[in-house]
């Protein structure tokens, strides 16, 4: 296991951008044994993650900064600064900036090792050559990843809050 940081400062760590969300790397699979890892979301206004369902790991949501909506199964919720939001693997959920300002989240991922599917992500994101090509990627890297997209809900999220998914 690779020697913990005792300060991880703000600006520590690779960012990349995915069309209205972007990936700061925090904590490293590397550094915690594999047992999670730690990212944060910053989020703009208006933008919804496509639904999709995890069935290796768990994802547990701090939001930081700003009002986060989020749908984890049935049950739909919007939570501000100092708010958790639980994701477990297998239950498809979603989540967006609920507000008219930017949104952060710190997302601890366990078991750790997702965070490099955002890695490859900004790859795909940087050499698609459309958006039918991203789709088919991202579908593939996500059955890589034990994750599945869904459709589901979009439509209803997008009109009722009036969101653009992530990418658009």
Do not use: C
């Amino acid at each position: 296991m690779k020697a913990l940081r005792f300060v991880v400062q703000p600006d520590e760590g690779k960012s990349i951008r995915l069309g209205g969300i972007g990936v700061d790397f925090r904590i490293s699979a590397e550094e915690t044994g594999n047992q999670f890892s730690i990212i944060e979301h910053p989020i703009d206004p208006g933008r919804l993650v496509p639904p999709h369902l995890h069935s290796r790991e768990d994802e547990f949501s701090y939001v930081l900064q700003g009002r986060v909506g989020a749908r984890v199964g049935g049950q739909e919720a919007t939570a501000g600064p100092g708010s958790y939001i639980l994701k477990p693997r297998g239950i498809l959920h979603t989540f967006w900036n609920a507000g008219p300002e930017p949104a952060r989240i710190l997302e601890i991922l366990s078991p750790a090792g997702f965070e490099q599917f955002f890695a490859e992500m900004g790859t795909i994101a940087d050499t698609a050559a459309g958006p039918a090509e991203f789709l088919q990627l991202r579908a593939e890297l996500g059955k890589r990843y034990g994750l599945e997209f869904s459709d589901e809900w979009v439509a209803e999220l997008t009109d009722r809050y009036r969101l653009k998914l992530v990418g658009e």
